[in-house]
């Protein structure tokens, strides 16, 4: 009989916005956190049965120290196990549980901890030249995220933009998606939605120390009149900072094990992790690579995309969750807006926040807990990561 993998501990930290309520906060104080309301979540600590840890990262210059994020984390826990630290630019945190579900396939180990962690506000400016000295004139220092972008290719945001383009998803369309994205989310927030994943957080601002229960990102004030009238950037088409995320801060992290493991540790699945695979296409592919993992992912279940209950795709810019669906709509219009309605429906990264190591792990979670307040079902979370790599993960509730 094949062995089944499941969740039993899934929370992160509310996202902060730039410059906001956890930017002086450590972004190893932000993973700890996250980590240990998962190991803690089922009423006791389940950390001296971990066997490995995976975590997701993409800007270690944040960290007081730029290396071994994941070791750092396990010692900081008191789990002295073997750590792999990943970076797949926003992929990294799903790379990560894809990880995890090969060596528990593979039969080296039989649970881990997952987790990904970003803080895009204490990413430092670089300079690469200043080791052999500047004997005279200015000092001009990179910033590693303005924009987002690789020596050689375009910035993200055009790549976005072209991809919009290419598929016929005009700028209305993209404006009109993101605004949706704030609504979704604002009235999950006030549903109390978003409470079984968020694991509120004690941080100090400044002067203030307060606790920081909620995401920062979504607005209200939000809507299609205003989104439409902000420019675009980085010479992009139709990409503006309305129809994209902000940069954020923040950590996610889950608890993975074999099923036999969790049941013979009194533990309840939240849920089953199906399938997981990543893919690549051309490096401006951004905008569809969600669609084609996703069509890889089921594919390697024999399941079709009629026969999600959910889907959440990470907004990474509005154009990843329109082009996508259209996509695996097969351009067919009623299809695609149907496909739609089951997507990111508790809103996305444009207004939950993208801090981009940790995004994979918090729509994966996102839609578990959803499948569950919805008796069941089954749901495919993609992302999309720099120079188009993919990953996508069937989650069974």
């Not at 002086?24 to 993973?31: F, G, N, Q, V």
């Not at 700028?171 to 998606?177: A, E, G, H, I, Q």
């Not at 849920?271 to 084609?292: F, H, K, Q, Y």
């Not at 709509?329 to 993208?354: K, S, Y």
Request: net charge neutral.
């Amino acid at each position: 009989m094949s062995e089944n993998f499941v969740i039993v501990g899934a929370k992160r930290t509310p996202f902060g916005r730039y410059l906001g309520a956890l930017s002086e906060t450590e972004p190893l104080d932000m993973a700890v956190h996250a980590a240990r309301a998962a190991l803690n979540m089922q009423g006791r600590d389940v950390s001296p049965h971990i066997d490995y840890l995976f975590v997701g990262n993409c800007f270690p210059p944040s960290f007081e120290t730029a290396s071994v994020t994941g070791r750092q984390l396990g010692l900081k826990l008191g789990i002295d196990r073997f750590s792999v630290t990943l970076d797949t630019a926003c992929c990294s945190s799903l790379t990560a549980l894809r990880m995890a579900v090969w060596g528990m396939k593979l039969g080296d180990f039989s649970s881990a901890l997952v987790a990904g962690v970003e803080a895009m506000s204490r990413i430092p400016h670089l300079h690469r030249g200043l080791r052999s000295g500047v004997r005279i004139g200015d000092v001009n220092l990179k910033d590693p995220i303005y924009p987002i972008a690789y020596t050689g290719y375009n910035s993200v945001t055009v790549d976005a933009s072209d991809g919009a383009e290419k598929y016929d998803v005009p700028r209305r369309m993209l404006d009109t998606w993101a605004v949706g994205s704030q609504t979704k989310a604002l009235r999950a927030q006030a549903a109390g939605k978003l409470a079984d994943e968020l694991a509120p957080m004690k941080v100090r601002k400044g002067k203030e120390t307060f606790l920081l229960a909620a995401d920062e990102s979504p607005r209200a004030e939000s809507t299609v009149a205003a989104v439409e009238q902000l420019p675009t950037v980085f010479g992009a088409k139709t990409t503006t900072a309305g129809n994209a995320p902000g940069l954020n801060d923040g950590a996610s992290a889950m608890v993975v094990m074999t099923e036999s493991r969790a049941r013979e540790l009194g533990l309840e699945p939240l849920g089953a992790i199906v399938e997981a695979t990543g893919a690549t296409d051309m490096p401006n592919g951004i905008s569809w690579i969600p669609a084609l993992t996703i069509k890889n992912v089921l594919a390697r279940q024999g399941l079709t995309v009629h026969q999600l209950d959910l889907v959440e795709i990470n907004e990474a810019f509005a154009a990843m969750p329109l082009v996508s669906t259209k996509i695996l709509a097969d351009g067919d219009q009623e299809r695609w807006f149907g496909l739609l309605q089951r997507t990111n429906v508790n809103g996305g990264a444009i207004a939950i926040g993208h801090p981009v190591g940790a995004s994979g792990l918090r729509i994966a979670m996102t839609m578990m807990y959803e499948l569950r307040r919805r008796g069941g079902g089954l749901g495919v979370a993609a992302i999309c990561g720099g120079l188009t790599q993919g990953e996508a993960v069937i989650i069974r509730v």
